[in-house]
């Protein structure tokens, strides 16, 4: 028998009642969004096991904070998408707007199509796989955590960045300060091969990927720092 | 002086701090950075004076008559705003800045007198959510340590924006004070020498940041009061900004605030004076029929009851204090003179905040030092200090017969220098005149 799914309506019900239930100590289950219409801040705050889709575009912040859900959002999602995620999995099938994966601490984030600029910028430990390209400072001051691009990558990957590690197939069109190409050994391809299972890409080459992470010059302030 | 040779004469210009800090910069290469405020003299509290009661006002008897001292902050839309004993609460020092005992005194002496503490750059501490009874979390640009389950914990939900100290500057914590334990909180690699975002990741302009307040309303259930924090720059501008942007409180930290490292030429020559920040911030209040309604909180170099007082009649509902809190502490104290000056530095100078070698244990990650601060001792003192800064404010407030801190107005004040007056919008001592106000 299925799991009783229990759907909300955003054309009819406040947002603040939708995410107040999501909120409920006891919930489980699955839970369907319907009508988002590109709102802000849906399923915001989740701290549960449970299954939720959101059945069109969202607008900023969906699925911000996200604690150990898996939410599907079946459109396009707005400015920072599942920011600050803590665990579990967000899945965009669409496009990503400014900013997707910001500062997340864990889980997994997948992003069916393509993200824009800052895509995991300041993230703190989760992994990003983005099914196209990603816009200009993607991985910027990014601390730990994985960030994967089948497509391209904008001006500026990786700026500052500190210990996340950085996975592109295709081209980068500029490396940001202190971000270098770094040597691809077995445990990264390993690793690679990992994360694109989880998103559902288990045809992809690890070996044709590259991989690039921090120089970590620019770990001790020096006057001949150059940014 | 060193010399006795009165035919000397130092240059104004280039004075002996000045020729010391060409010659350290063409040592090292490196500018100077370090802990604290402006140093440099600047208009404050201190050029206002308070019209008390006489023939044609009415004084409330000092130690007999009520003079409340409560606020109440984040009415605006919080389902539950902080109600505060006395407007003098603490402001936002990171654990990372500060060491885990000096977090958790300012959590105890807070606690005590009925007031808030406020988190920093870094996250929470158990220690500090265990002591304050009120507990303020900064949601800062860095994001280090921001986690949902904090967020909840809090009492409140500072947005910072930036600080008085370094408006437009992000957080820099040296490798020095990234322990183990820091490091673990920022997610940063032990011994680096942090330095934060000076913008928030995932906003921009003040149309984001209603959405991203809506947000953190969504995530907390519209509980906990929501404050968004600036350093004074273009404050009329800024504090409105924050109330379209849907704040509950707007808290205005001028140029005197203090920091725990950042260079002293952002420090000295970026930002506004406390004082000049304030009528900005209340006019701009006002005139969205605001004022009141959106709390005001002001910081940058409050130290008395007396700045207490002159902060709340220009229209302040609460200020912030943190240098002082920290000398209340016990930063800077004279006991550890020797230590100082082993430093390089004296007491009543000290300012290597960043170095992590503080002498009295509070600005520091070393265990052998941290040690010296007794947290229990450390929050007797603070909530003493915090005391006594309420009863200041309230004998000033009873000399101009008001029954609450709140009832204090400009009206009450007058400035001692063009300056300050023009600052503060009141009229000179002695006179009608309202420098930038009036034609005369």
């Known amino acids: ?227 | 002086m060193t010399t006795s040779n009165w035919g000397l004469r130092e240059s104004a210009t280039f004075d002996r701090a000045t020729i010391a800090a060409i010659r350290n910069a063409a040592e090292t290469g490196i500018y100077d950075i370090r802990g604290g405020g402006a140093k440099r003299s600047l208009p404050h509290f201190d050029d206002l004076l308070f019209l008390g009661a006489s023939m044609s006002r009415y004084p409330l008897e000092g130690y007999r008559e009520r003079c409340d001292t409560d606020v109440l902050l984040g009415t605006r839309y919080a389902k539950f705003p902080l109600h505060l004993a006395t407007p003098v609460t603490v402001a936002g020092m990171s654990f990372g800045a500060l060491s885990g005992r000096a977090k958790e005194a300012l959590g105890r002496g807070a606690s005590e007198v009925g007031t808030s503490t406020t988190t920093g750059d870094g996250g929470m501490t158990a220690e500090e959510r265990g002591q304050s009874k009120h507990l303020v979390y900064q949601y800062l640009p860095s994001r280090y340590g921001m986690n949902p389950d904090d967020l909840r914990k809090a009492d409140a939900i500072e947005v910072v924006l930036g600080q008085g100290a370094k408006p437009g500057g992000g957080g820099m914590l040296l490798g020095q004070k990234i322990s183990e334990r820091v490091a673990g909180m920022r997610t940063l690699p032990q011994g680096i020498d942090q330095r934060s975002a000076s913008r928030h990741p995932d906003w921009t302009g003040p149309d984001d940041l209603a959405i991203k307040i809506g947000e953190l309303r969504e995530i907390t259930d519209w509980e906990k009061p929501v404050y968004v924090k600036v350093g004074a720059t273009r404050t009329y501008y800024d504090v409105k900004l924050a109330c379209h942007a849907g704040a509950d409180v707007v808290v205005v930290d001028g140029m005197q605030g203090g920091t725990a490292a950042t260079q002293d030429v952002f420090i000295e020559h970026v930002g506004i004076p406390t004082l000049a920040a304030i009528p900005q911030a209340v006019q701009a209040l006002q005139e969205l029929g605001l004022h009141r309604k959106v709390q005001l909180i002001v910081s940058g170099g409050i130290r008395n009851g007396a700045d207490v007082a002159k902060a709340m009649a220009l229209g302040a509902d609460a200020v912030a204090i943190g240098s002082a809190a920290l000398i209340a502490l016990g930063d800077n104290d004279p006991r550890y003179a020797a230590e100082y000056e082993r430093l390089g530095s004296a007491a009543g100078f000290y300012d290597d905040f960043q170095d992590g070698k503080d002498p009295a244990g509070i600005t520091t990650q070393d265990p052998d030092l941290a040690a010296r601060l007794d947290p229990v001792e450390g929050g007797r003192r603070l909530a003493n200090f915090i005391r006594v800064m309420t009863m200041e404010a309230q004998t000033i407030a009873r000399a101009c017969g008001k029954a609450h801190l709140q009832h204090l107005e400009p009206e009450d004040l007058v400035g001692v220098s063009i300056e300050a007056a023009a600052m503060a919008r009141v009229p000179l001592a002695g006179t009608s005149w309202v420098p930038g106000q009036s034609g005369l």
């Open chain 1, 1 to 227: 028998m299925s799991p009783h799914v229990t759907t909300y309506d955003l054309a009819t019900t406040p947002l603040r009642a939708v995410n107040q239930a999501l909120h409920a100590p006891d919930l489980e289950g699955e839970v369907r969004i319907e009508h988002p219409l590109g709102a802000h801040s849906v399923a915001v705050g989740v701290n549960a096991p449970v299954k939720i889709t959101i059945a069109g575009h969202v607008g900023y912040y969906a699925a911000g904070m996200s604690q150990q859900a898996e939410i599907v959002i079946e459109g396009n999602a707005g400015t920072g998408v599942a920011e600050n995620m803590m665990s579990g999995t967000v899945v965009v099938k669409g496009n990503a707007s400014q900013a997707a994966g910001a500062t997340a601490h864990g889980g997994l984030l997948v992003i069916d199509g393509d993200a824009a600029a800052r895509c995991g910028i300041s993230m703190k430990g989760a992994d990003i796989v983005v099914g196209g390209s990603v816009g200009h400072s993607s991985a910027f001051m990014a601390q730990a955590g994985r960030l994967v691009v089948r497509g391209d990558a904008g001006d500026g990957l990786g700026d500052s960045i500190y210990e996340t590690r950085i996975y592109v197939r295709g081209t980068v069109r500029s490396l940001g300060a202190d971000c270098v190409a770094k040597e691809m050994r077995p445990e990264h391809l390993e690793e690679l091969a990992g994360l694109l299972k989880a998103a559902g890409h288990v045809h992809d080459d690890p070996a044709s990927y590259t991989r690039y992470g921090s120089a970590r010059k620019l770990y001790h302030f020096a006057a001949t720092n150059t940014y």
